[in-house]
């Protein structure tokens, strides 16, 4: 992860992280929601505001908003990870790493990326077969964001860029090239 000095007050970051070898993080539904209850005890600790979030089987994506100097987002990273991992090694009866190293942290400087990087993170369960449209995948901000869930994990922040709700799912809609969206996000 980027250093504590690339950490500061009102900066947004894209984190995501794998499982170790590419493996499973996530075994049953009971983990994706001890994970995401982990999230809102950390978004809180860390005064973190989490703006996009998608957790597949085998990785997660974070898009956040590091909101003061004093808790930087690398021990709000470490944290969630630490926890999740002593948990689920306990729950399987496992022991060892369970994510592929530490988090990946790309800042997010260009406030025009913001809406790109919500579509992206909400296109990887479509992307990957699990679900035909963005706002059916349960484990992610798709139905904070449209109002039909209220988890207190993501701030409605990103639907600013947009006219209305209706706008927002027309634009994560719009056919474009996953490897573009990648390409744009990851330079």
């Known amino acids: 992860m980027t250093s504590s000095r690339d950490f500061q007050k009102d ?25 995401q209850r982990r999230l ?13 979030y998608c957790l597949m089987t085998n990785h997660f994506h974070l898009f956040v908003k590091q909101t003061t100097a004093e808790k930087p987002i690398n ?13 689920i090694n306990k ?10 190293g530490r988090t990946e942290n790309k800042p997010v400087f260009d406030e025009k990326a ?12 479509v992307y990957a077969n699990l679900c035909k449209k963005f706002y059916d995948y349960e484990y ?8 039909v869930a209220e988890n207190n994990i993501t701030e409605l922040t990103i639907l600013d860029y947009f006219k209305n709700r209706e706008k927002f799912v027309e634009f994560i809609n719009e056919e474009d090239r996953f490897d573009l969206i990648q390409t744009y996000l990851h330079d």
């Open 11 to 35: 900066t947004y970051h894209h984190l995501y992280n794998r499982g170790a070898n590419k493996a499973r993080i996530f075994y049953e539904l009971k983990d994706y929601q001890f994970f």
């Open 114 to 125: 913001f809406p790109v990087l919500a579509k992206y993170i909400l296109l990887n369960p």
């Open 91 to 100: 729950k399987y009866k496992r022991s060892g790493v369970l994510f592929q």
């Open 140 to 147: 992610s901000s798709a139905k904070e964001l449209l109002g």
């Open 40 to 52: 809102i005890k950390y978004k809180q600790k860390y005064s973190i505001e989490i703006l996009c």
């Open 75 to 87: 021990k709000f990273a470490g944290d969630l990870l630490n926890s999740y991992t002593k948990s």
